[in-house]
């Protein structure tokens, strides 16, 4: 029955192509347009978001900041053995005369926090900074 539809069609529509070739023939596959640039794939977004400097700079202030806590804690784990040593001290101090103010508000302020605690920390232990 499909069949004779088919052969129907080229009575009804002369430009109806009936087989493969003439469909081809009739109707040329359409040249490819020209290709826009690849969209991005995730691994280069995160390369691209990885190289903002913006984003590294509060990354590398955001680590310093740790590195203030993480000597913070092993002053206050120390001085609870009864063994605080003078060198943790000095790295401590070392810490708090090389950080800067953070342009993010929110990291400043929490830097801020933290430099407070160490200068304090020092202070007990008259270590000037």
Known sequence: MARTLVNALPKVLPSFPVSKADA????PQPQAAPTAQPMPTVAM???LAAADP???????EAKKAGEGL??????HRELL??????CALQDLAEWARAIDTPEDP???EIMRDIDLR???ELAK???EV
């Open 24 to 27: 081809v023939a009739a109707h």
């Open 45 to 47: 977004l995160v390369t």
């Open 54 to 60: 913006t984003i590294e700079r509060r990354r590398r």
């Open 70 to 75: 993480e000597m913070l804690e092993t002053v």
């Open 81 to 86: 053995a009864g063994t605080l040593d003078e």
């Open 106 to 108: 929110v990291l400043a």
């Open 118 to 120: 160490v200068r304090v």
């Open 125 to 127: 232990y008259d270590v």
